[in-house]
């Protein structure tokens, strides 16, 4: 009776631990180069760590229970980001929001950037919208983490952000286009057919327009745009337009 009772103990743990699995995202900054989140014992935050086992800080997850739940950590090449955490409620169809993590040099202080959200549906005559949105803010991870209310008010919901109080900016496609590596323009800037600067081509973006990264190649990222009109442009972007030089 007493083994059975040990070997009931053991396997509890066991298969406990077994669920209890930590994901590790590579982030490629000189500042941080790994996340990690604990799916099972403390789902609130995210480790960062700088030459892989120097953990430097911990930051809010985003995970909500019973709203969004975090899904991966990504690596943000524009100047004042570092990585964006995606959290996703399949439940709501296809909603994401997109926080971006940023560190202020001055304070040595964690930020959140930005925060942005996607939504993908069919209308009754399947009609397919997507609408990425987004809105600027300059908010100190702790302060964050301390006041449900704020971040009741920076949280946007599938149709926009809560009474209005954040006022975004968005961007509607009747094309399937995943906006996790989303970039906005800063500069206006010419896109190039090759990632080369005697590739320069006639067409050009505007400050504030909305690029999707696909690749990398040097100084030059390809990127993917849709047009007012739902047309759909490949090409390569200096990476001055994105203040995402990394070089």
Known sequence: ??????????LIVFFRNSYAEKLTFNIDHKVVNKAVFDTENNRNII???????????????????????FEKVLTRYDENNLIRIITTFSDRGYFK????????KDTNLYILNKVSFETQEWSSNEKFTAKYCYSQFQIGLDELSKNNELFNEIRPRVDGWE???????????????NYENAYNLVIKSYLFNKPNV????????????????????????????ITPKNKTIKKWLHCSAIDACVY
Do not use: A, Q, W
């Open 47 to 69: 480790n960062l760590y700088h030459n892989n086992n120097n953990l430097i800080t911990k930051i809010p997850s985003f995970d909500e229970d019973g709203g969004n739940r």
């Open 97 to 104: 929001i997109y926080y971006d993590i940023g560190l202020n």
């Open 163 to 177: 009474n209005g109080k954040v006022k975004g900016s968005c961007v509607k496609s009747n094309n399937e286009i």
């Open 1 to 10: 009776m007493k083994f059975k009772l040990i070997l009931f103990i053991f």
């Open 198 to 225: 005697n590739e320069k081509t006639k067409m050009y973006l505007v400050k504030g327009d909305v690029v999707n990264l696909l690749k990398m190649n040097n100084e030059f990222y390809y990127i993917e745009y």
